[in-house]
């Protein structure tokens, strides 16, 4: 079994069928992977290497340096976070020079679109908003944000102002609290050259900063995100690839930075009688990855596939263009789309593929930036037009849209003046046993979205209310579980009855979605908010909380960096796939059992969904009799 998509595994079909390689081709052509670098001892960070360290003792110990496998491993690690902390603050950074731009004047087509949450996130910084209009706050809370990248006296405020006053404390008596975000990742990178830091353990401290260097970045693009282009309130939508018309202008935005996907939203309306006039029924704008997540949770755009699968849609015929940004996005696109006539449009200097039409996002010309793209994709489909095309036709509801904010306006409904008490309340009732999070990507070694499915449906029954980001998020609205008929089907009596409550009190006349979809990747700060506020109200810290994260499928350094940030805010973090550790036993026990005695967070590494699901609830439980809470032995 490849997936638990039957829509992808039909266009699998179609690939065998008609000779295309895919990622998958790709993986089984790579085996046997190697040995040395599962396991971490392997580096090739001088050219003396490559070295590696052999695992039995009749081999090489030592690389050519003289480093040791706890050394090669904690190295490895702590650069795979500096990448993810890279790829995330490059995202937030981004959103912080439009929204600069359109304080100069220089990017008309981003204004501010959320005024509050503008003002919130001053307030929150310590930035007094008296007196200011629009256009000069949001100048002060980007000299803020700028503030954060370059290194400074004090601690990262946007990370110190969005934890628990333990957490911080926490941090700082490991001195792991960033003073810079960009020179965090440099020292990483400087630490893990040859010659620099070779103390493993030393190592993983400094992997923890960066790591909440990377936190403080993803918060700062979800703020922004949401000042500029909204904050998300619950939406109804479709998924899978269903959703695209043979006779429509197929589009899809991919990627994971929403800049100029929004404005592509926008525009697309206005470009219907376009398509018409090429003899098209419309235009129908499609999502993958968490460009996806952002177009889906603000406009109810659909999502038409994730991660790994992302090649399949093009063998359907009909997606007439893929505009993609960055992060996630793979070159084997061009290739594929050289056989169907589908245009893969790049749009980010920093991320061009040899083969694709490279339109420059240009933030002072989005709108003719956005026509000019969207008129691409009618080309292609005056090209194809007549042409059969094989859409499967697969697709289920999806609700979306659980920011931190809708949330909240959902609980007030039950309790105005105190909108938390309603689950703090059900969580030591114990019809919420606990909180998981499930985050990261799909991975090929995995059938796709099978670790998420099994995990989901073991957790819902005992009662452990779901929250998803990212390609998790989108494995779980392509498989029908964002619904309230799955709340329905498979959430313990307890859950459902907490569910009903919240989705009848806002008038939906039945429960809400089992798994609530809180956003791409960059938001799981989401998650942490909802957390945090919680523990404030608890007057706990964040390692008391029966809360859990969970990357079943993972495969980026991003969610490296994401789950390195989440195990330093004390929560446990299960993994589905075996990170590259083993070489060292070392790194191994700092990272699963050592930092659970520092900071309270720890690392569950189990493959097998029925186990991790048994592991996270336990997890859970001990947390819950940490705070005196009634226990269950499901």
């Not at 971490?40 to 695992?55: D, E, K, L, N």
């Not at 949001?138 to 990262?156: D, H, I, N, R, T």
């Not at 949401?226 to 899978?240: C, R």
């Not at 036993?585 to 991790?612: M, R």
Request: glycine share 10%.
């Amino acid at each position: 079994m490849r997936s638990r998509d039957s829509a992808v595994n039909q266009m699998l079909e179609v690939a065998r069928q008609e000779a295309i390689e895919t990622t998958w081709d790709r993986f089984e052509a790579q085996l046997p992977q190697c040995g040395f670098g599962e396991l971490g001892v392997c580096c090739r960070h001088c050219v003396m290497g490559p070295c590696r360290i052999s695992p039995f003792e009749d081999g090489p110990q030592r690389g050519i340096c003289g480093a040791t496998a706890d050394t090669m491993v904690a190295r490895g690690l702590v650069r795979a976070i500096a990448g993810g902390a890279a790829a995330h603050s490059g995202h937030a950074k981004h959103l912080a020079h439009t929204l600069h731009k359109w304080v100069k004047g220089e990017a008309p087509d981003y204004p501010v679109k959320n005024e509050a949450k503008l003002r919130a996130v001053a307030t929150r910084q310590g930035i007094s908003s008296e007196g200011l209009d629009v256009r000069e706050l949001a100048a002060k809370v980007v000299e803020s944000v700028f503030s954060q990248f370059a290194e400074g006296e004090e601690p990262l405020a946007w990370a110190g102002a969005t934890m628990t006053a333990g957490r911080v404390e926490a941090l700082a008596k490991l001195g792991v609290l960033p003073v810079g975000i960009d020179s965090s990742i440099a020292e990483m990178m400087h630490r893990t050259h040859i010659g620099v830091d070779a103390d493993p353990v030393n190592l993983l401290l400094g992997g923890i900063s960066c790591a909440i260097a990377d936190y403080t970045g993803c918060h700062i693009g979800t703020d922004l995100a949401d000042i500029l282009f909204g904050t998300p309130v619950p939406i109804q939508s479709e998924a899978n690839m269903g959703v695209m018309k043979e006779n429509s202008v197929n589009i899809a935005v991919h990627g994971h930075n929403p800049v100029l996907s929004d404005v592509i939203v926008r525009i697309a309306k206005e470009m219907e009688d376009e398509a018409r006039a090429a003899g098209a029924d419309g235009i129908i704008l499609v999502g993958i990855c968490c460009t996806g997540n952002e177009v889906l949770m603000r406009h109810g755009i659909p999502p038409l596939t994730h991660g790994v699968s992302q090649e399949l849609p093009i063998m359907t015929g009909a997606l007439d263009a893929i505009v993609v940004d960055y992060q996630c996005v793979f070159p084997s696109l061009v290739e594929v789309a050289r056989c169907y006539g589908t245009r893969v449009i790049t749009t980010m200097g920093m991320a061009k593929i040899p083969g694709a039409t490279h339109i420059e996002l240009v933030e002072g010309e989005a709108v003719e930036k956005a026509k000019e793209i969207i008129r691409l994709g009618i080309e292609a489909f005056k090209a194809r037009k007549g042409r059969p095309v094989k859409i499967p036709q697969v697709k289920n509801k999806v609700v979306s849209g659980f920011s931190v904010e809708a949330i909240v306006a959902a609980l007030s409904k039950l309790n105005g003046e105190d909108p938390l008490k309603p689950v703090i309340d059900n969580i030591v009732n114990g019809n919420i046993q606990g909180v998981v999070l499930f985050a990261g990507c799909n991975n090929v070694k995995v059938p796709q979205d099978n670790n998420y499915l099994v995990m989901a449906e073991e957790l819902a029954k005992r009662n452990v209310l779901l929250l998803a980001t990212g390609c998790g998020a989108g494995a779980y609205a392509r498989q029908g579980f964002m619904t309230p008929e799955a709340t329905e089907k498979y959430a313990g009596e307890g859950l459902k009855a907490v569910l009903t409550a919240i989705g009848e009190a806002n008038g939906l006349g039945g429960p809400l979605p089992l798994v609530l979809h809180m956003g791409s990747c960059v938001d799981n700060t989401r998650a942490v908010d909802l957390a945090v506020a919680i523990a404030n109200k608890l007057g706990v810290d964040l390692d008391k909380l029966p809360v859990v994260a969970s990357a079943p499928e993972y495969k980026t350094e991003k969610a490296v960096a994401i789950g390195t940030w989440a195990i330093s805010a004390g929560l446990p973090v299960h993994l589905g796939v075996v990170p590259p550790v083993l070489g060292s036993p070392l790194v191994t026990s700092v990272l699963t059992s050592g930092v659970k005695d520092l900071l309270g967070g720890y690392f569950i590494v189990e493959t097998n969904p029925h186990k991790a699901a048994e592991k996270v609830f336990a997890a859970i439980q001990e947390r819950r009799a940490g705070l005196g809470l009634g226990t269950s032995q499901w």
